[in-house]
């Protein structure tokens, strides 16, 4: 099992048919994706950090609130969006999800990650799930994503898919089994994140790529997957022997400072050590950065 720290995703672009992208459903053992998974990787796009950040709040948030509950766990607070006061945090004091909504005030190559497309997409997004739901209640009353706690449980790598799908046990509120078809619907809880399902315009976050899956789930229980690649956790590095490495976004998760003052290599070229920029900009907290 990876830890579930993900920071970077990747996902299926326009492949319905292939298992791992959205609405499939899988229920076999992991497969290695060799070749085939560096073919749909030329497909997959970031769209300036934008889309691989919102799959990454969609990890965080599944496993440090245990729901996808944006309409009930997020709100939009002087040009920022933030967790709502009082919210309940089941892992890490919510402190990723944090540090991913902080990337609202994180300003490195524009070309590389965009904060400020990260708040426009965010704020946009929260109005197309609130759509989403209003027309669901509506005029589909049926298809209304369950009230639900999640649970990570392990991941698979899938054939035609361009990371690792990171599973989540999907139960009711009191600890009971959804069904196959209620956990189906989660799907329309993720239009946040860019989730597009039948008929829907959530953004098209190919980075997503939700499906259900019984591969590592407890018996008698439903999982739901989704594709983030651990990119900013230390494995997402490029090294050659002898060398110190270089991070995604230039950036490490890393809570426990383990690797502060660590050499790395810029993404630009120069040599630089792993450093913190908590002190003088809390919404950083828990990352380190090549400096």
């Known amino acids: 099992m990876k830890p579930f720290i993900a920071l970077l995703s990747v996902g299926c672009v326009g492949f319905m048919a292939l298992q791992g992208c959205a609405g499939a459903e899988y229920s076999g053992d992991a497969e290695d994706v060799g070749s085939e998974q560096s073919a749909v990787a030329s497909s997959c796009y970031s769209n300036t950090g934008v889309h691989t950040t919102k799959a990454a709040l969609a990890v965080a948030m599944a496993t440090e609130l245990g729901r996808w509950s944006p309409l009930t766990d997020l709100e939009w607070v002087n040009d920022r969006m933030v967790l709502k006061s009082g919210v309940s945090c089941v892992r890490n004091s919510c402190k990723q999800t944090k540090a991913i909504l902080g990337q609202i005030d994180f300003t490195p190559d524009q070309s590389v990650f965009s904060a400020q497309g990260f708040r426009t997409d965010l704020f946009a997004s929260i109005d197309r799930q609130k759509n989403l739901i209003a027309d669901l209640t509506r005029n589909h009353p049926e298809l209304l994503p369950p009230a639900h706690k999640l649970t990570p449980v392990g991941s698979m790598t899938l054939t035609g898919a361009c990371g690792p799908h990171f599973i989540f046990q999907v139960d009711n509120p009191n600890g009971t089994a959804l069904t196959s078809t209620q956990a189906g619907l989660m799907s329309n809880t993720l239009c946040f994140y860019g989730q597009n399902t039948s008929g829907t315009n959530c953004g098209s976050n190919n980075f997503i790529g939700f499906t259900k899956t ?78």
Do not use: F
Not at 254 to 266: H, R, T, Y
């Open 214 to 291: 019984q591969t590592n789930c407890p018996a008698g229980r439903v999982c739901v997957a989704i594709d983030p690649d651990d990119g900013d956790s230390g494995t997402g590095t490029t090294t050659s022997a002898g060398s110190a490495p270089t991070y995604t976004l230039n950036r490490l998760w890393d809570p426990p400072g383990l690797k502060l003052n660590s050499q790395c290599i810029k993404t630009s070229g120069p040599a630089g050590t792993m450093q913190s920029k908590c002190a003088t900009n809390p919404s950083t907290c828990g990352y380190l950065y090549c400096m």
